[in-house]
């Protein structure tokens, strides 16, 4: 519950953002990734967003499930702000609000609409 209150404030935030959200932007709409980490110098979670297109975000998500359906661990090092940790749950959030989701020890990715 948590988790997804994180997600919704940062999206919140990115869709808020004039510059992204006005319909006249030559840019190509990108997808809001959203990880919590459980970061190994401090052990707690973490949540850390990056702008990235559609389609790396759905691989990442992709991969992220796989390798939690074989009960391995997704590391991730970031730059900035720097930070390491195991990923615990990851999102991608679509320019129209809906998402896909996949968290350790969920089987398969979820998909939510915008509003709900």
């Given amino acids: 519950?948590?988790?997804?209150?994180?997600?919704?404030?940062?999206?919140?935030?990115?869709?808020a953002t004039p510059a992204l959200a006005t319909p006249k932007s030559k840019a190509v709409p990108r997808d809001l990734l959203?990880?919590?980490?459980?970061?190994?110098?401090n052990a707690r979670d973490g949540a850390h967003k990056l702008l990235v297109e559609r389609d790396q975000c759905?691989?990442?998500?992709?991969?992220?499930r796989s390798r939690f359906n074989k009960g391995e661990p997704v590391t991730l090092t970031l730059v900035d702000?720097?930070?390491?940790?195991?990923?615990?749950s990851a999102s991608c959030v679509h320019p129209d609000g809906s998402y896909d989701s996949v968290e350790l020890g969920e089987p398969k990715v979820e998909h939510g609409e915008a509003g709900k």
């Fill in 1 to 15: 519950m948590i988790r997804k209150l994180i997600y919704a404030a940062l999206a919140t935030t990115l869709l």
């Fill in 34 to 41: 959203l990880v919590i980490l459980k970061q190994e110098v």
């Fill in 58 to 64: 759905m691989k990442f998500l992709e991969g992220v």
């Fill in 81 to 88: 702000p720097a930070a390491t940790g195991n990923v615990v």
